[in-house]
């Protein structure tokens, strides 16, 4: 190669430069709180789902709510602005969360809203609160405890933080795939959600799960999410619930299609189920 053709075959400065300063990928520039509320969180759905069926058992509509595991609070939020008596406590115990929700969702309140909204920075098996309407620990956060004494304590201490007739919301999920590894891809505007069950222990039920996100680019947001939860059948739940001094705890079944099974957003008041290899549900708890 004569000098003249190996100075050709140099890179420019522009070029090396370029090459060295690496664009970010979709998964570096994503918020991963962002994508969670966008793929799991459905507050719209879940508050009518509490309005609704608190009307219903209860003859008047809930003003104070209580939301426990809250993360990013967007269903706290999203209660003060339903009415404009409506007040919501969040509770979650990681200061990260809690911060981003301040600064994502709740800024968009306004003075008077944001007076009715509480958000504390501690564990919901210590909080104390006024007594609410209504509580909810959704996304299947309890099921964090692994041990029966620690669900009747938190069961105990939600009864104790609800007035008279105040409901205790759940949600709850059955099944045999409840019970085994498996991956669920769904895809949505602009990245794929991924639900790993990655390990479950046949003796114990315990389950370790996974939520990653992949985009367009190929870049992947690995283990944006980890859980390991105890799966807790819905009928010893209703049993330690009504321990915990729960006078009724009704299971809502997620509605099937009579003719494809397919899954439909509506929920009835039932115990009867088919072997459904997966089912979601709602406990709702009496005081
Ligand atoms: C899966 S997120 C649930 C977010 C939201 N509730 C939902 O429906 O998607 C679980 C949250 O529970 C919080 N958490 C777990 N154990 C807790 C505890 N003992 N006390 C308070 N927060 C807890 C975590 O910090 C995390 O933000």
Redo the contacts with the bound molecule.
């Keep these: 190669m004569t000098t003249a053709e190996k100075v050709r075959s140099r890179p420019s400065a522009r070029a090396k430069k370029a090459a060295m300063k690496k664009e970010p990928t979709m998964a570096e520039l994503a918020d991963r709180h962002a994508l969670y509320q966008e793929s799991?969180?459905n507050s719209e759905f879940e508050l009518d789902f509490i309005d609704d069926t608190f009307k219903e058992l209860t003859g008047r509509t809930a003003v104070s709510m209580r939301?426990d595991?809250?993360?990013t609070a967007i269903s706290s939020v999203e209660w003060v602005e339903r009415r404009d008596d409506n007040t919501a406590i969040g509770?979650?115990?990681?200061s990260e969360?809690l911060g981003w929700g301040e600064k994502h969702n709740a800024s968009r309140l306004k003075p008077a809203q944001r007076e009715r909204l509480t958000l504390l920075e501690e564990?919901?098996?210590e909080v104390t609160t006024d007594k609410v309407d209504v509580i909810q620990a959704?996304?299947f956060?309890y099921w964090?405890f692994q041990e029966r004494k620690t669900m009747l304590d938190y069961f105990r201490r939600t009864r104790e933080a609800l007035v008279d007739d105040g409901i205790l919301f759940l949600d709850v999920f059955g099944g045999s795939e409840c019970y085994q590894t498996q991956k669920e891809k769904r895809k949505l505007d602009g990245f794929k959600y991924i639900w790993e069950q990655a390990e479950f222990n046949a003796v114990t039920n315990e389950l370790k799960c996974h939520i990653h996100f992949h985009f367009p680019d190929k870049s992947k947001l690995k283990k944006a999410f980890s859980?390991t939860w105890r799966v807790w059948g819905a009928k010893e739940l209703q049993e330690i619930l009504s321990e915990a001094g729960f006078s009724e705890a009704i299971i809502y079944r997620q509605k099937f299609d009579d003719k494809t099974d397919e899954a439909l957003d509506e929920y009835i008041a039932t115990e009867e189920a088919e072997d459904y290899a997966c089912w979601l549900g709602y406990i709702v708890a009496r005081r």
Excluded at 91 to 94: A, L, N, Q, R, S
Aim: hydrophobic share 40%.
């Design positions: 799991v969180q939301e595991f809250c993360g509770v979650d115990f990681d969360v564990d919901v098996l959704y996304n956060s964090f859980y």
